[in-house]
């Protein structure tokens, strides 16, 4: 079942097995697309890849990471790069959607070199300069912002749009009351906080004839956050204003364990790459991890290291009927099968498994493996925040 042609949203995949959005890191100093990630991509493609979703690009400027190269796609100048990517994929009979991007508070002003913008003003833990809170026409640029990006991808051969609705970032911030605290007309009732969301859909669906899909933290684990019974209401109300499909996932960059988890947290990465860590001067660095690694075995990660999406899916998928993609901690091919057979998905999804090995499908496929080689260690989400995405597993160089 898992290897069978499938669709979601009028796009025809070789199977049921999607590359997740992936920050690769690989991004040109214009936003575009480089020739390091064509081939990248190329790779995923030719090993049988139902589907790839692109690393978020950001839709404007003061919506971008601090991570390095992030895509970038608000100006009509990287359009051509683009269409250089979607070429290489396609020529494999590869789909391939771009994810659309807004980072609101997981960013930092230094990075985008102005004060950064959220629905409210709440503290982030690992970004703590304020937000501005968004006026009126801001909320309507930001809607602008996607809708002209969405337009730029249908110029370059993307055969969707999926927005990140998920981890944290704007939007999410947007649907969920923890990140939401307005009391205007785009935050309060459920209705409300999806507002922003609805708008955008609806402008993308007015000017491109692009299928829309988004990915959603259907828990947040934050408190007075987005619930299971949260998400099925806003897929509802989203389908009605014409979604196409919705890929399920948890969790925010402030829990970020939650999202990709592990089972403990990788400490030696954490003080290789994430500041201000990674610049201690040597003594202070060598103490700190000494003792980072002493506190780690007692502190608490979720559990479930594996599906750990899957029964939320299965929950969405009972109560909408855009078609439902699951992501988190799918490793194994009988999981797999499981998953679309008991119908707790359309299709799944995976990241960390393609870091590892991009030529994944095809061993699955070609019975050489029954399961992916990642061990869910984590190192690769914490090198993004200074280099371009690998798997980093056993080879960290400390100082
Ligand atoms: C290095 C790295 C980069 C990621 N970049 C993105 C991204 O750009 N957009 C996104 O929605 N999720 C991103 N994620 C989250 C994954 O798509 C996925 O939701 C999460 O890793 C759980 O799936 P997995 O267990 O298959 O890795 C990233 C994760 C990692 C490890
Ligand atoms: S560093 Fe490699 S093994 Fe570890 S989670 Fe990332 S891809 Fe998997």
New binding site residues.
């Given amino acids: 079942m898992i290897f069978e042609k499938s669709e979601i949203s009028g796009i025809t995949l070789k199977n049921r097995i999607i590359r997740?959005?992936?920050?690769d890191g690989l991004a040109n100093a214009d936003g575009g697309v480089s020739d390091e990630l064509i081939k990248k991509y190329r790779i995923l493609a030719e090993n049988e890849v139902g589907c790839i979703i692109t690393?978020?690009a950001a839709v404007s400027k003061n919506g971008v990471s601090p991570y390095p190269r992030m895509l970038r796609i608000y100006d009509d100048s990287v359009i051509e790069s683009y269409k250089k990517l979607t070429d290489a994929v396609h020529k494999c009979d590869t789909p391939v959607v771009i994810?659309l991007a807004h980072c609101g508070r997981q960013t930092s002003s230094k990075a985008i070199g102005c004060q950064k913008v959220a629905p409210s003003n709440v503290l982030h833990a690992f970004y703590p300069d304020r937000a501005k809170e968004l006026n009126y026409s801001e909320i309507k640029g930001i809607i602008d912002d996607f809708v002209s990006a969405a337009k730029r991808a249908e110029k370059a051969g993307f055969d969707a749009v999926q927005l990140?609705a998920?981890?944290g970032y704007l939007l999410h911030d947007f649907l969920s009351p923890y990140g939401n605290r307005r009391k205007d007309a785009w935050g309060g009732t459920l209705e409300n906080r999806c507002k922003i969301v609805v708008k955008i859909i609806e402008g993308i669906k007015e000017h491109t004839s692009l299928p829309v899909w988004i990915?959603l933290s259907a828990e947040d684990n934050r408190r007075h956050g987005m619930t299971l019974d949260d998400s099925v209401k806003i897929v509802k109300i989203l389908e009605k204003a014409g979604l196409d499909a919705v890929e399920v996932?948890c969790g925010t960059v402030e829990d970020g364990m939650n999202?990709?988890r592990s089972d403990v947290m990788p400490m030696t990465a954490v003080f290789t790459y994430r500041e201000p860590c990674a610049s201690f001067p040597k003594p202070l660095w060598d103490a700190g991890l000494f003792a980072a690694k002493l506190v780690n075995p007692y502190i608490k990660q979720p559990t479930e290291l594996e599906n750990f999406n899957t029964y939320n899916s299965s929950v969405i998928k009972k109560n909408v009927s855009v078609p439902v993609i699951v992501?988190?901690?799918?490793h194994k091919l009988d999981d797999m099968e499981l998953i679309i057979q008991n119908k707790k998905a359309d299709c799944i999804s995976?990241?960390?498994?393609f870091?590892c090995e991009p030529d994944l499908v095809k061993k699955l496929k070609n019975g050489k493996q029954t399961e992916a080689k990642c061990i869910?260690c984590?190192y690769?989400?914490l090198v993004?925040e200074k280099e371009p995405?690998k798997c980093l597993y056993g080879q960290i160089k400390t100082k």
Avoid at 327 to 330: M, Q
Avoid at 350 to 353: A, E, I, K, L, V
């Fill in positions: 997740s959005a992936t920050h690393g978020y994810q990140h998920g981890h990915k996932s999202t990709m992501v988190g901690g799918i995976m990241c960390r498994p870091i869910m984590n690769c989400g993004i995405t």
